[in-house]
């Protein structure tokens, strides 16, 4: 049962089910719950209201003016991420490793908060507590782990440390408890989108009226859920794009950032003992180089036609997945080595002993290892599609060929291969290219102008609601004006 009393200065709910009041009353275009009264102190002296620059300008231009990484106080930031960065090895965990470390830096106080029941799941990050909570696998892809946070463990957490502000992720299933909570808790939401699930829809499912069901629900199910964001995170301008088609609000572009201490040319001195592993003995020969997740949506096999036409070339792929067991069938008889799972320097020095680094993926929301290969001074061929196009200055930095043309694809590679001076000239201006990239600037940009935009827009819907329920108060006028409406549960939640 839910019982609602309009008083002259709260709102107060009672219910057996708060998750479900909030779900009704909390809908996309602005309605905000919350525990407290809201308090713009909690934005710092800067307050909403600063002015905003070009957001866009700043997520894809090198050389734009970025900000002091401490230019606006600390906040209280609360990551609910899955599946978790600290075990799950991808580009993926390695954004948000490094947001951690320079939010920590730039003075944000930072709570984290994610399913793992690995064993060797660490107990902090620098020294940010990390709390874990119940999760499940899914069936095809077991090397996942993800979270509806059955048992609210999560909303515990946040209600003892109190955040100014949430980020979740997406897809997945812990951006729909998120979005509740930040709704319970009345602070800004960001999420940020890092898999664009209607090209995963197209690539996994091989009967046509299921893939059409189900590109369509995917489709429908994206802007549904962004919208709920204050603000929404693509990590390229490509995908915004897309997004922004699909109907999704409030997005700006994550700006891109590398490590060029730990990806470097610097690791192919002394390297022959990795280039001997990786080209299965023959070190000498030309070597291609795939670093990723095994999935059928990354279009490796692909890799087959190239290899046939070039047979003196080698590859080696590094990286698990569940495609593994079939791209090895894919690639018998061809001179492929799975090198599995690398990490730390072994990882660097793979990268930079390769000659060529091949991306057939046509899926890429942003393509971290096409830049790590860059910093690494080894050029990519990459198919022209999603995150890659902003990445890559076709002919300059690396190349492209058209999506499932193999024939281009062949001639792209065998150029690169046989001009060693292009070869080495592309490598360096791809490696100059990264150079302008770093992670200190995209959390610079994230938390003194993104962080500060979704404050902004969380202050305006919280108005606009203020705006109604002014409305709908008779005795409005004799209320104190710092007064806000609130919403308190009764329920048995800690």
């Not at 610079?444 to 002014?470: C, D, F, G, I």
């Amino acid at each position: 049962m839910i019982f609602v009393q309009v008083g002259v200065n709260e709102v107060k709910m009672q219910s057996t089910h708060p998750f479900l009041v909030a779900l009704i009353f909390a809908p996309a275009h602005g309605l905000r719950l919350s525990m407290r009264a809201p308090s713009d102190s909690r934005l710092g002296p800067q307050g909403v209201t600063a002015r905003m620059p070009d957001l866009a300008e700043l997520a894809s231009n090198p050389d734009a003016a970025i900000p002091p990484l401490a230019q606006r106080p600390g906040r209280k930031v609360a990551l609910l991420v899955e599946p978790t960065p600290f075990t799950h090895v991808s580009g993926y965990s390695n954004r948000f490793k490094e947001m951690l470390r320079y939010l920590q830096a730039g003075g944000d106080t930072v709570e984290v908060v994610t399913p793992d029941d690995t064993p060797d799941r660490p107990a902090d990050f620098l020294g940010i507590p990390i709390t874990y909570v119940r999760g499940f696998r899914l069936f095809l892809y077991k090397q996942v782990q993800l979270t509806l946070d059955i048992g609210s463990q999560a909303l515990k957490r946040l209600k003892r440390f109190e955040p100014t502000i949430i980020h979740a992720v997406t897809p997945g299933f812990f951006v729909l408890p998120a979005i509740i909570y930040s709704r319970i808790l009345n602070v800004p939401l960001v999420i940020s989108y890092h898999t664009h699930l209607p090209a995963y829809a197209e690539r996994y499912i091989a009967v046509p009226v299921l893939r059409e069901i189900s590109v369509a629900v995917a489709n429908w199910i994206v802007p549904t859920v962004l919208n709920f964001a204050d603000l929404a995170l693509a990590t390229s301008p490509q995908l915004k794009a897309q997004l922004q088609e699909l109907g999704c609000k409030n997005i700006e572009v994550w700006r891109k950032g590398i490590d060029t201490n730990v990806f470097t040319p610097a690791f192919n001195e002394d390297n022959l003992e990795m280039r001997t592993r990786l080209t299965g003995g023959v070190p000498d020969a030309p070597l291609l180089l795939y670093v990723g997740r095994l999935g059928a949506e990354k279009n490796i096999g692909m890799i087959r036609g190239v290899l046939d036409n070039i047979p003196e070339a080698r590859f080696a792929i590094v990286g698990c997945g569940p495609a593994e067991e079939e791209l090895r069938k894919v690639f018998e008889g061809t001179p492929t080595v799975f090198m599995g799972l690398m990490q730390g320097e072994e990882l660097s020095r793979a990268y930079a002993g390769a000659d060529v680094f091949v991306m057939p993926s046509e899926s890429e929301t942003l393509g971290f290892v096409v830049l790590e290969s860059m910093a690494s001074q080894v050029p990519a061929v990459c198919a022209k599609a999603g995150g890659l196009v902003n990445l890559i200055r076709d002919g300059d930095t690396g190349l492209f060929f058209e999506p499932g043309d193999v024939d281009d694809f062949i001639e792209k590679v065998k150029l690169l291969l046989k001009d060693s001076k292009l070869r080495r000239s592309m490598g360096e201006a791809a490696r100059e290219e990264t150079l302008n990239w770093d992670w200190r600037a995209a959390t610079s940009v994230l938390r003194n102008y993104q962080y500060t935009l979704a404050e902004k827009r969380h202050a305006e819907r919280q108005e606009r609601w203020n705006s109604m329920m002014s409305r709908l108060n008779p005795f409005h006028n004799s209320a104190p004006a710092a007064a806000a409406p609130t919403l308190a549960f009764n329920s048995t939640m800690s």
